[in-house]
């Protein structure tokens, strides 16, 4: 039996991929530093060229995994909704703040992309980098673009942020912690919000709400400006 | 383990409303109305919050596992990054600070510092979860 026929198999693909899935895990509990996605990828990867089995005979089972993302996007209504409890006081103004966020990061992605000379899909790929990826593949989708190119992005929109975000903030003089939660979870969604999680409650619980509500509105904005491009 | 899934099926449920919203012809993604349909119903009450609460987190504790194989699809794309490269790291950069610049100036300019509000229901709400 052909290493294909073994990769092709869901079972054996989505075991692998849990399995490197949870490995990554324990690897980041010990190395903070290393990102559970790129650590999880690395023996998938590994053992497809090792196998010299194409992407696409992987991707059978992947594809199971895959199909998830739409009931996870779904599921990130929860923690709005929660957080947009705690946080009704200053909801409207939050609205402002992370709509006009969502608009500057798209235009100013896409835009700096296209200066540099990508070409249309890379371009597109590049918009919707500062939501959460599972919102971002949709977006990413919808407008032309690569989904992978837009993950890879995502990820590193989101390590950027958690590294320098606060830096960045403190240095133009942004201390209020919901200013900061919005700032975070607008810019860099899951991975920021992850990193505030020790810092402070409100900051997280600020971050957390922004970054689904970030992923509502570029949805939003992407749809009009996809009627625009037809 | 009942109430677990009956929190994954409407979680699907809304999933598949929202993807029946978009064939329809609603030109936003299917997995973002069926977003907004759960927070609608949620808000509402036409959910309870403790039906979906752990499957929900369940779902988002573990997305990272959820897009794997499509992260794995890079391996593919080795020329296309490769020419691209300047092109996507200048794009981040320049949207991460524009980002960060607009919403946390916004925020310094609409969200003074205030005095803790007392009996906001933060405390008890995040006890639960972490």
Known sequence: ?230 | MLDFLRGIAIVLGFDGLGWGLHRVGVPIPGGVLGLLAFYLALSVGLIKLEWVERASSFLLRHMVLLFVPLTVGLMNMGQLLQRQALAILASLVVSVVAVFLTTGLMGRWLLPPQPVLPGLPLDEEKAGKA
């Open chain 1, 1 to 230: 039996m052909s290493a294909a026929q073994w990769i092709g198999n869901p079972v054996f693909s989505v075991a692998f991929t849990i399995a490197s899935y949870a490995a990554a895990l324990k690897l980041h509990q010990r190395s903070r530093w290393v990102p559970p996605i790129v650590a999880a990828c690395i023996p998938i990867v590994a053992l497809l060229l090792l196998a010299r089995v194409p992407y696409a005979v992987y991707n059978r089972g992947g594809n199971l995994l895959t199909w998830w993302l739409g009931p996870a996007t779904v599921a990130l209504g929860m923690p709005m909704y929660r957080h947009g409890i705690a946080l009704r006081a200053s909801l409207p103004r939050l609205v402002l703040i992370v709509m006009s966020g969502s608009v500057v990061g798209m235009t100013t992605a896409g835009l700096t992309a296209w200066a540099f000379g990508a070409p249309r899909a890379v371009v597109m790929s590049a918009v919707p980098k500062s939501v959460t990826t599972p919102i971002a593949i949709e977006v990413s989708r919808e407008l032309g673009g690569i989904p992978p190119i837009t993950i890879a992005m995502v990820i590193m929109a989101g390590v950027l942020g958690a590294s320098f975000g606060t830096a960045l903030l403190r240095l133009v003089g942004v201390r209020e912690d919901r200013a900061i939660g919005a700032a975070m979870g607008t810019a860099s969604h899951g991975i920021g919000t992850a990193s505030l999680v020790r810092r402070s409650e409100l900051q997280a619980t600020v971050s957390s709400w922004a970054m689904a509500a970030a992923g509502v509105f570029t949805s939003l904005v992407a749809a009009i400006l996809a009627l625009f491009l037809r």
